[in-house]
Nanobody
Framework: QVQLVESGGGLVQAGGSLRLSCAASGRTISSYTMGWFRQAPGKEREFVAAIRWSGSITYYADSAKGRFTISRDNAKNTVYLQMNSLKPEDTAVYYC??????????????????WGQGTQVTVSS
């Protein structure tokens, strides 16, 4: 049983930055794959980034490469998403998720067992 709570969203201008946090409780997530997804109004939820139990192994959607950085602090049971050079098309609710069982198919939302409630990110022009 894992509970996930996202925070750090808000309203920023294009070109600005935000750092999202996902705090886990209930279980230690040090050996879990963690992922970030987002969903814009009227669109399907899409993969953004993922990180394996080893923080040196990360994955990014093409839209996030070069701008977003996923990281984790296992001592704090928390995963982060640093978002730089934000664009209006980044506007969405951002969700974190975790899979205790495998690092395979990190890009698939069906893989993940636990999800947070989401945090809103709005990027203005």
């Amino acid at each position: 049983q894992v509970q996930l709570v996202e925070s750090g969203g808000g309203l920023v201008q294009a070109g600005g930055s935000l750092r999202l946090s996902c705090a886990a409780s209930g279980r230690t997530i040090s050996s879990y794959t963690m992922g970030w997804f987002r969903q814009a109004p009227g669109k399907e939820r899409e993969f953004v980034a993922a990180i394996r139990w080893s923080g040196s192994i990360t994955y990014y959607a093409d839209s996030a490469k070069g701008r977003f950085t996923i990281s984790r602090d296992n001592a704090k049971n928390t995963v982060y998403l640093q978002m730089n050079s934000l664009k209006p098309e980044d506007t969405a609710v951002y969700y974190c998720a975790t899979d205790p069982s495998s690092a395979a198919r990190y890009y698939s939302q069906a893989k993940y067992d636990y999800w947070g409630q989401g945090t809103q990110v709005t990027v203005s022009s």
